[in-house]
């Protein structure tokens, strides 16, 4: 009987736990987490996910990451594929698949500044009149419209730029049914330009000012980011991150969602700073001492790295010397390598000058002299190389690293200057060259290489030695400190 029992457990416990994964599997699937052409890789998947959502990256399917899967979102992808353009083969596939963001993966804008909106299907039955909707709509639109040169306008008839529906579990987009999840789970979704349509879950207790529901005015400016062009954002604060964050008091956006916004659109005023054409005076930091190393170290241990990015699941590739990469994972260390470039990359670089890694378009971005390389998740090379050139918006030395704080924070860095990288261009951003020492006090002018840690946190590399830099205040933590010691201790220890 005691057998038959335990049984029994152990076959429920398995039924469960497999029915368990296979929520997690889906959730990873339709969110972007599984990319076109690699093998279904769970750990790996989940190690994504997790440095999206700001959780430690254990590749583990556990309480804290199936909490964070079950928090009510927006129902567009975190990470989108093949970024193309319509018209080619890609193109067409992108705009025949199903699903909410079409075929357009938030690289293209609309072509016009006055846009027009309708509420075409109000809530019905609700705590709130048609007149208080109209009013959530309108002053979410306001908050793009305060940090850009756009306009919004509203039509009660004929047709609109951008279409507002309440629709409920399934509802036509287009290309099939496809349906909200009833309360709880997916609130909304929304087209990219120029398509235009926002759909909000009919089911849901829709509120104002309160959390006592769902805010329509947070929920509703977050569709329309991606009706303007806007991806879901790893920073964790962003209106554009794709968790539902409640109601906030006199909400803004975030410095995130600004500087996205004005990649694509610009800013409420023409005006932009003049670059500076002069070496300036104020003195420059102290450069890092190499540390001194143990004659029974790796000799990795001791090689500078000349670009350095992380994957889509967290992990850092470091390149080292002509055509070689290693592999570390933060907290164990080396997993691999020196390897050859083209055992992670189709026709690498040689020698890149920075990298850098875009993880909610899922691309690889390596930059050799004034021309930028384009990678896919698998490593695929697409199209020719794009050539940054053109008057201010050039880049005003030779690249030394880059700083991918997020898609819409990416910065270059020279020999003195820094500039600001825009990824829906593939060009420099006018006017945003500065001095090292004035935009990133106390690191080395001409670093080697650069990696943020997230939003907060970098790491900025020069010679054999690392340092440790707050982005939120601009300042040194810590360092310099031995790079070979702090992160791949498990081959090469502390230094003497």
């Not at 368990?20 to 889906?26: K, N, P």
């Not at 306001?142 to 919004?152: E, G, I, K, R």
């Amino acid at each position: 009987m005691e057998k038959v029992f335990f049984l029994g457990f152990l076959l429920f416990f398995l039924v469960y736990a497999q029915k368990d994964y296979t929520e997690c599997d889906e959730y990873l699937r339709k969110y972007g987490y599984v990319f076109p052409g690699q093998p279904f890789n769970r750990t790996e998947a989940l190690r994504a996910f997790q440095r999206f959502a700001g959780l430690p990256r254990t590749g583990m399917y556990n309480d804290a990451t199936k909490m964070k899967m079950r928090e009510r979102r927006c129902g567009c992808l975190d990470i989108m594929h093949n970024r193309t353009a319509p018209g080619g083969a890609e193109g067409r596939r992108k705009r025949n698949a199903r699903g909410p963001q079409g075929f357009n993966a938030g690289r293209f804008r609309w072509s016009r500044t006055a846009l027009t909106w309708r509420l075409i299907t109000p809530l019905q039955n609700s705590r709130l009149s048609v007149e208080e909707q109209r009013d959530a709509i309108r002053r979410a639109f306001d908050l793009w419209a305060q940090q850009t040169p756009l306009t919004f306008s509203e039509r009660r008839s004929s047709t609109a730029d951008i279409n507002i529906v309440f629709a409920g579990r399934t509802h036509r987009i287009g290309r099939g049914d496809e349906g909200f999840d009833g309360q709880g789970r997916v609130l909304a979704h929304a087209f990219f330009p120029e398509d235009g349509r926002a759909h909000f879950d009919e089911e849901e207790r829709w509120v104002i000012n309160s959390n006592d529901g769902i805010e329509l005015f947070i929920v509703a400016a977050h569709e329309f980011g991606h009706n303007l062009g806007l991806g879901h954002s790893e920073v964790q604060s962003a209106l554009m991150a794709p968790f539902y964050a409640g109601f906030t008091e006199n909400f803004q956006l975030d410095r995130d969602d600004i500087a996205g916004i004005q990649t694509l659109y610009g800013g409420p005023t023409t005006a932009t700073p003049a670059p500076p054409t002069s070496r300036r005076t104020t003195l420059r930091p102290t450069q890092p001492t190499p540390a001194t190393t143990s004659a029974t170290r790796n000799f990795v241990c001791d090689i500078p790295f000349t670009a350095v990015m992380s994957d889509f699941s967290g992990d850092l590739l470091a390149f080292i010397g002509s055509r070689s990469f290693l592999k570390i994972r933060f907290g164990t260390g080396l997993l691999y390598g020196p390897a050859p470039s083209q055992f992670a990359f189709r026709r690498p670089i040689r020698r890149p000058d920075a990298a850098f890694n875009i993880q909610t378009t899922g691309e690889f971005f390596f930059v050799k002299g004034i021309r930028l390389f384009r990678y896919d998740a698998v490593g695929q090379r697409n199209g020719r190389p794009a050539w940054i050139l053109g008057g201010t918006s050039s880049m005003p030395e030779r690249p030394h690293a880059a700083l991918a704080i997020s898609r819409n924070d990416i910065y270059m860095f020279g020999a003195t200057q820094v500039w600001k990288w825009n990824a829906f261009r593939d060009e420099v951003i006018p006017g945003s060259h500065s001095y090292i020492n004035e935009e990133f006090p106390g690191i080395p002018d001409m670093p080697d290489a650069a990696l943020a840690f997230n939003s907060s946190l970098a790491y900025f590399f020069k010679g054999t030695t690392f340092i440790t830099y707050d982005l939120t205040n601009r300042r040194v933590i810590s360092g310099p400190a031995d790079t070979g010691s702090f992160f791949m201790g498990n081959i090469c220890g502390n230094p003497n």
